[in-house]
């Protein structure tokens, strides 16, 4: 009997032992909010969401409310360190009639090649939403653009992407808008930003017909070129203003739009099948020929809840994946070669320090990962914790 419990204890040892040299996503700074269970202010913000490093290696993101379990919602942009120190660089304010005008609940950010920080909001303004700037330092915030300002939403409304283009200037897609007709609106659109003046520009308007509508993403391709979905897999080249759909047909298909350029300058992006549980990598050629599904690589019955794609410099994709295995979130390795999972990183649940749900992730200048998580994360008496900043020691070599 002693014997069996001491071999018991040996692979438990072990188990333990292999676990922990397994990398574990690590909380960076854990967004702290006042109040119990889960309803109060948020003093830095709480539901984090986008993050990139900046050109001066901090990092910059965007918290989703200034509250949570309330109606009003706010949200922040902050900045971070490596080594975990938060600046709130901007806070969204209900103003005198709870209106938010200049922005409420921040989603996209970017860092635009004047060095400002440029990012989207879903509220506010006059309703629906917001383009604004603001230094890294923190001063200088502006609105740049406030959606629907134009008679029927001509100026599109709900931004679904924002990215600096190959020319300097900064280019997204809205949801709705513009000037085709779709479901008694317009059909969304691509619009530009100047950062020397600010301008605000459509530059193009989705018809709902032969080029499609409700553009999902937008993503910076081979030579400048600009590739998303709307239905169709479309090129739009901001130098000549050409549009054009591209040949690829996508039968019972549903596409995460084109969100990398792979090793071999080929397009890469996610697919589920209609009726079908599960998700897997695509590859196609710029002009939208060779289109690859490789089988899925994730077959849970909700078929995960994937973000973006990142290339990563082992040369590999990578993505954090909302649910995952445990329905609280996986970050994965996929090869370019097949699809299939290379490697799983767990260690998020509701107990976790690094908290649940992480969404998007970047890769740092010296290899690892970061990203944010939802919700949860480490907290003490009398306050809730709304989500973290994490970083993954993955092993990745330096960008």
């Avoid at 509701?350 to 990203?371: H, N």
Wanted: net charge negative.
């Amino acid at each position: 009997m002693k014997g069996k419990i001491t071999l018991a204890a040996l692979f438990a040892l072990l188990a333990i032992s292999a676990y922990a040299a397994t990398p574990q996503p690590v909380a960076v700074y854990t967004f702290i909010c006042n109040g119990s269970p889960s309803v109060g202010p948020c003093p830095h913000g709480g539901t984090p969401g986008s993050l990139f490093q900046g050109s001066d290696g901090n990092f910059y993101g965007t918290t989703q409310v200034s509250s949570e379990g309330m109606s009003n919602n706010g949200g922040t942009v902050f900045s971070l360190t490596s080594g975990g120190t938060l600046k709130t660089l901007h806070t969204f304010v209900a103003g005198a009639k709870q209106t938010y005008p200049n922005g409420n609940n921040p989603g996209l950010l970017v860092e635009g090649p004047d060095g400002k920080i440029y990012g989207s909001t879903i509220y506010g303004g006059l309703g629906y939403g917001v383009l604004f700037r603001v230094n890294r330092t923190g001063g200088g915030f502006k609105v740049i653009h406030k959606f629907c300002s134009e008679q029927n939403c001509a100026d599109g409304v709900g931004v679904t992407t924002l990215l600096v283009g190959a020319d300097g200037n900064l280019y997204g897609t809205t949801f709705a808008g513009g000037t085709g007709s779709c479901f008694g609106g317009g059909c969304g659109t691509i619009f530009r930003v100047t950062p020397s003046s600010g301008a605000y520009a459509v530059v193009f308007d989705f018809n709902g017909t032969t080029d499609g509508y409700e553009p999902t993403s937008l993503m910076l391709g081979p030579g400048g070129a600009l590739y998303g979905l709307s239905g169709p897999l479309y090129e739009y080249i901001p130098a000549s203003g050409t549009f054009q759909v591209l040949p690829t047909k996508f039968p019972n298909l549903t596409l995460g739009a084109p969100s990398v350029v792979g090793p071999n300058g080929n397009l890469y992006g996610l697919y589920f099948t209609l009726g079908q549980n599960g998700v897997g990598l695509f590859e196609m050629q710029p002009d939208g020929s060779n289109l690859q599904l490789f089988p899925f690589y994730n077959t849970l019955p909700a078929g995960g809840t994937p973000g973006g794609l990142l290339l990563a410099s082992d040369g590999n994709f990578w993505l954090a994946d909302f649910h995952g295995s445990s329905g609280y979130g996986d970050i994965l390795s996929l090869s370019p070669s097949d699809g299939t999972v290379l490697q799983t990183f767990t260690g998020f649940s509701t107990t976790a320090a690094a908290g649940a749900y992480p969404g998007g992730i970047v890769q740092a200048q010296d290899g690892t990962l970061w990203g944010t998580t939802y919700d949860f994360g480490d907290y003490t008496n009398g306050h809730f914790a709304a989500g973290t900043a994490f970083s993954l020691n993955a092993g990745l070599p330096p960008r």
